[in-house]
């Protein structure tokens, strides 16, 4: 069983900056695909971005140039760093993983950009 929990979520002023982090237990970390989806209200959840085991990334065209995905297999953690925040960021954001045929979902944790 895997394990994710998310944190780095909070209040922030637009054109502000905010750093999510995602730790995963198990030792099948490097093997995953893990991404970060984000739920806001009344809206359906929409896919962020994306990180493979070999580093490539993948973005959605409303974070492109200002959100940032990456990871660190010693630590079996991803991190979302999001820069230039807008008020549309406001949503909650989950970390997603796959591997070996399954999906596993973090918590959550809420990220508000209002001034």
């Known amino acids: ?10 209040l922030v002023q637009p054109g502000g900056s905010l750093r999510l982090s995602c730790a995963a237990s198990g030792s099948r970390f490097r093997i995953a695909v893990m991404d970060w989806y984000r739920q806001a209200p009344g809206k359906q959840r929409e896919l962020v ?13 409303a974070v492109k140039g200002r959100f940032t995905i990456s990871r660190d297999n010693a ?3 991803v991190y ?4 230039s925040l807008k008020p ?3 949503a909650v954001y989950f970390c997603h993983a796959f591997y070996l045929g ?9 990220v508000t950009v209002s001034s």
């Open 1 to 10: 069983q895997v394990q994710l929990v998310e944190s780095g979520g909070g």
């Open 49 to 61: 971005a994306s990180i493979i085991p070999g580093g490539n990334t993948n973005y959605a065209d």
């Open 75 to 77: 630590k079996n953690t």
């Open 80 to 83: 979302l760093q999001m820069n």
């Open 88 to 90: 549309e960021d406001t």
């Open 102 to 110: 399954s999906h596993y979902w973090g918590q959550g944790t809420q």
